[in-house]
Each structure stands twice: as C-alpha cells, then as structure tokens.
C-alpha cells in the first residue's frame, strides 16, 4: 500500500478490505469486510483514531494506516511547495512583499523540519502570522491597554502575572511578545529555548526570538504542541477555537479566519 494513500467513505477496492480485516482484528468491527468504506468502517476508523490518540476524522490517513500496522511511513504529504509567494501575499494583504519573499523560504523550511509540512498545518501557520504580526515579520509585542497601566512603565501589567511565570519588574518588557508568534512571558522564553535546535538561552537573551529563523522554529513548535487540538477545531470549522489555542483568546480571530479561508481557496 502506497504510504501517502488516503482511504475515506465512499471509496472502494482492495486496500478498503485490506483496512477493514486490520481493523476487525483489533476489535473495530468495520461491518461487513467488503472493500465498501461506508458508515461502519468511517466510525471504527474514528473509534480506532480516538484509541490512539490521533485526530479522529475518520480518514485512514499515513498517521492512522501507520498505527494500523499497513503502512511504514506516518509522514503527511508534504503541501509546503503549495504555498507560494503570491498566496501567501493574498492571505496577508498589509505584508510587504520583500518580508513575505524573505521569510516565507525560512518558514516553510521549518513547518518541514518540524514535521508540520501539511496542508492543514501550513495555512495554519501562515494564518496565524497574518493574525499575530500583519506585516509577516518578526516583532516585538507594542505597548497597549492590555499590557501597560495609564501612569506606569511599559509591560508593567505583565509584571506580576505569575500564570505567564514573570516575577515582578523587568519581567514584563522582558519577556514581552517577540516573534511570529508572540512569545509571551518567562514560562516560555524558558521552556522553548532549550527546544530550538540549536539550543537557544532564551530566558538570557529573549531579543533573540525576533531572528526570523528563531521565530520560525518558535512557531512551530508552539503549533506542534497544539496540532491535534488545532486540526480538531478546523475540522470542525470553529476558527475561534483553533485561534484561542494560538492565542488564548480573541485578538486577531477576524484576521486569522478571513486568512485562513482565504489561502483554503487559493492552496490546491
């Protein structure tokens, strides 16, 4: 069986059956093993999935033939070569088109390195630049009411926050948001740098998370963390949810969505 095969309902053939008899023997009964995807095996895929901890859409993808035992490489099909300068502009509209030609390259070089090179995964990353920083640059997190009081410092609100793990001043303009993503606080300036390969002190020097190549390792794995949870919450076309785990709330879900959607019908 061809690792990258995609078996979904309705189709038909001798992989279906070959599918069908594996999940049988694991004890989800597929119904009748007749080379026929159809209702019953789309829920014993899911019920399998949900078994093992894999995103439970009920396709047989190269995670779920993998974990069947039917195929020996898990990888997805890799949709980086997909996302061009051009699309890429057209999801990002305020980004200059010499930031996107610069670091676009670096980015999709890393979704592959991360193994996040997927269609899903792709345009996930990419939306979340559009929402996090516009321009599709690496920047540091500007002052505004949500991070510095009227008559204090800049980040002074932060300072304090001890879910972020900063404690007290200059935590706050310290390890205020840098990045693709936003990098926030000094819980995770500490645990992603040592995650970077190469290593990287973040929690020394957090200046470092504005090199694009450092901000484009930072967001994948901020995504990586999140991927099933991600992919769950677009499957299910619930954009907010799938930008709250980026963001925890829901700054920039306007500009995510109308990205997202929009490099969904630009993308083959």
Sequence with gaps: MNPLTLLRIDDQGAD???????????????????????TATEQAVM??????????????????LKALGLVADSSL????????????????????????????PVLLQSLRD????DRTMVLMAVASIRAETSGFVPISEGRSKFNSSPSGHPFDLYDHRGDLGNQGPPDGERYCGRGFIQLTGRHNYRRYGPLLQPAIDLETHPELANAADV???????????R?????????????QAARRLVNGGKHGLAEFTRAFQTGDALMP
């Design 215 to 225: 901000a484009a390792d930072l967001l994948c794995l901020f995504l990586g963390d």
């Design 114 to 117: 991360h193994g996040l090179h």
């Design 77 to 104: 099909p890799d949709a980086t070569d997909a996302m061009t300068v051009q699309i890429a502009s057209r999801m990002c509209p305020g980004a200059l088109l010499s930031n996107i030609k610069a670091n676009l």
């Design 47 to 64: 019920a399998f999935q949900l078994s093992r901890g894999l995103l439970p859409d009920g396709i047989a993808g190269p995670r779920t």
């Design 227 to 239: 991927e099933l949870l991600i992919k769950d919450a677009l499957m299910a076309g619930n954009f």
């Design 16 to 38: 279906v059956a070959l599918l069908q008899q594996q999940l049988m023997q694991l004890g989800f009964n597929p119904g009748e093993i007749d080379g026929d995807f159809g």
